[in-house]
């Protein structure tokens, strides 16, 4: 297996929208997802995570760049790589009029898996004997657990899961990131867009960020978080004019926060103390503030949005 | 490929509404038999004896006034301004006879034809609407874009679909055809007359019923295409509708030449192996005068089943090639 599961290069959408306006979806975006593990790929509303996803399964045509997936080039091979992928994209769709089971043995029939195996998936998800209800009847969760029931028909490598937690209840987006984490730690790539940063957090071992359709930053968690900004930290003191200026003249950036200042630049939050102190300025609360995925993704998108 | 159509065709039978319209196209097939029946009994006892009666008022009559008016009518004739009509199409006045009267009996190698004509018909509608729904629902419903993370060779996809709706339609449509021309047979036979049914009328008949089968399986991929071309079983069942209406209803009474480049008649031509029309046709006379006519017209069964392999040709390598290109959301 190629230490790289999917790879984009320059890959580029354009959508026309029914008035003839041209919608940029996706503008040279350059992806990399590792082979292994949880891969987070995180962008605002609208900058084109589906888009790109769909790019890679095939769904709909990119209008420039080169696609890999395993190391071969998509969508020109996709059919050979196709039953090392499961994908979930945007919200479940199957046929409503029949079953939840029956839906499965249709694409389990299509791609020549084994009858046994719909059994077996349906456990995996807890859908049981829900199963034998039409996919209309689902709700949310359950459409949720048979979309990856699905997946689970083709045992892949690869898995791709658009939002998966979407309109899901705490319990559903723990089942699901847990199961993620489990697929995950099995050795199988797991691609997941999400809006929903602590979660990703959480379970992903790398994570892509992008914006307008472009790549902003991208590695591990921990790589990401730390290049993103500086060390924050948050301060309590009577006099916000005299300490403000104490700390810039120091070469450090200071913002009002409430009752506090947040200060950013300082080598080390001793250093805020010490030069305080000496302008007689006592500090009667002094907290690091951790960076977070969910600022550094702020500060990367800021204004990226709709 | 074959796995693929397998897998659609389990899909076809699943489907509910492929399930109704099977009801519905049962329902039809009693309803024609049913009519048929009442269509080929003979008179009751009570009705034929008032057409006897009526049989000998005509003859008595005949007998007694036919001679008169023969010579009333040919001093008539003498007085007609020229150009005359002959005078035997003017005067003829023959003796009435008993089978002129009540109702014939009904010949089953002349029935039969028609309401194969006529079965070939709903049944094609049948499968267009059920080719159209078992497209258009699955894109309508997106399920198209999951299959399509299953097996992306869209071709295949595509080919698969349209052979299940083409040929899961076909035994559908022998059994309609026969379930008709079986039951008619039985019908006409105690009620009727089926002595003329030779062999080569059973050839005949079942040659008609073969292309008919045809024609449906047609009319299913074609519907099929429509309904993934429009996405929606509505809107195909709709510009079906209003191409029936406009184009072979409206257009072809306003412009009659046109009507050998219509589907409805190059249908008719397959199944029936030639088709009649009309054309009105108008002459000037070289004395000035204008008349027109109402000339009868053959449509070739070889035109026929060339603009409907054509036809089809067409609409698929269209659906494909449109399928092939278009991005699935
Ligand atoms: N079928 C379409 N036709 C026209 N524009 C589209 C279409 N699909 C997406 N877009 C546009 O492309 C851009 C990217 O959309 P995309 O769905 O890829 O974003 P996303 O990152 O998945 O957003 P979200 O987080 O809201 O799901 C948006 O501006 C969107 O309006
Ligand atoms: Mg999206």
């Known amino acids: 297996m190629s230490d790289v599961a999917i790879s984009t290069r320059g890959l580029r959408k354009t959508y026309r929208t029914r008035r003839g306006r041209k919608v940029v979806a996706v503008q040279g975006l350059d992806l990399e997802v590792p082979a292994g593990g949880v891969h987070g790929f995180l962008g605002p509303n609208g900058s084109g995570k589906t888009t790109s996803i769909r790019m890679l399964l095939g769904l709909i045509r990119a209008d420039a760049g080169t696609m890999t997936v395993f190391g071969r080039p998509v969508p020109a091979q996709l059919p050979e790589v196709v039953g090392r992928i499961g994908a979930i994209v945007e919200s479940p769709k199957f046929f409503p009029a029949f079953t939840g089971q029956k839906n499965l043995e249709l694409l389990a029939e299509a791609i020549g898996a084994p009858r046994a195996r719909v059994g077996e998936v349906l456990e995996q998800t807890s859908l049981g004997e829900r199963g034998k209800d039409r996919f209309r009847s689902y709700s949310l969760g359950m459409k949720q657990r048979l979309a990856i029931a699905a997946t689970l028909l083709k045992e892949p490598d690869l898995l791709i899961f658009d939002e998966p937690t979407n309109g899901l209840d705490p319990a559903g987006i723990r089942e699901i990131r847990e199961t993620m984490r489990g697929l995950g730690e099995q050795g199988k790539t797991v691609l997941v867009s999400s809006h929903i940063l602590a979660e990703v957090e959480q379970v992903a071992d790398t994570v892509s960020i992008i914006g307008h359709g472009r790549l902003l930053a991208s590695g591990t968690v921990a790589e990401v978080i730390g290049g993103g900004t500086a060390p924050t930290v948050k301060v309590a003191v009577n006099n916000h004019e005299a300490a403000t200026r104490v700390l810039t003249a120091a070469g450090m950036t200071v913002r009002a926060d409430g009752n506090y200042l947040l200060v950013e630049g300082a080598p080390d939050p001793a250093d805020v103390t010490r030069r305080l102190a000496h302008q007689e300025l006592y500090v009667s609360e002094l907290t690091p503030v951790r960076a977070d995925l969910e600022s550094v993704f702020l500060e990367l998108t800021e204004g990226e949005g709709l | ?329």
Not at chain 2, 76 to 104: A, H, I, N, R
Not at chain 2, 182 to 188: C, D, S, Y
Not at chain 2, 234 to 255: C, D, P
């Open chain 2, 1 to 329: 490929m074959i796995r693929l159509t397998k897998v659609e065709l389990r899909r076809l039978v699943s489907r509910r509404l492929t399930a109704v319209g099977l009801v519905g196209l049962f329902l039809i097939t009693i309803l024609l038999l049913v009519a048929t029946y009442f269509d080929a009994r003979p008179l009751s006892a009570v009705e034929q004896q008032q057409a006897q009666q009526q049989y000998e008022m005509a003859h008595k009559d005949w007998v007694d006034h036919a001679e008169e008016m023969r010579t009333q009518c040919e001093a008539d004739w003498k007085t007609q301004p020229d150009p005359k009509p002959k005078l035997e199409e003017m005067c003829v006045y023959s003796e009435p006879k008993p089978e002129d009267f009540g109702k014939p009996p009904t010949v089953f190698a002349q029935i039969m034809p028609d309401l194969l004509q006529g079965s070939s018909y709903f049944l094609a509608f049948a499968a267009f609407l059920i080719g159209a729904s078992f497209l258009g629902a699955e894109f309508s419903s997106g399920a198209i874009g999951n299959w399509l993370t299953f097996e992306p060779r869209r071709l295949r996809v595509y080919g698969s679909k349209l052979l299940a709706a083409a040929t899961g339609f076909v035994p559908i449509a022998a059994v309609v055809l026969a379930v008709i021309l079986f039951g008619t047979f039985l019908i006409v036979d105690k009620l009727g007359d089926t002595a003329s049914t030779t062999g080569k009328v059973w050839s005949d008949l079942s040659a008609i019923g073969g292309r008919a089968v045809v024609t449906s399986a047609l009319a299913a991929a074609l519907g099929s295409v429509v309904g993934l071309l429009l996405r929606h079983t509505a809107a195909a069942i709709g510009v079906v509708m209003a191409y029936l209406v406009l184009a072979e209803g409206v257009f072809a009474a306003f412009l009659e030449k046109a009507q050998p480049w219509l589907i409805k008649l190059n249908f008719d031509a397959f199944v029936r192996h030639d088709a009649q029309y009309y054309v009105t046709e108008c002459k000037t006379g070289s004395d000035g005068s204008y008349a027109c006519d109402y000339v009868q017209k053959t449509l070739s069964f070889e035109h026929g089943a060339w603009y409907l392999a054509i036809f089809t040709v067409v609409v698929v390598l269209l659906g494909g090639w449109v399928f092939h290109r278009r991005d699935v959301n």
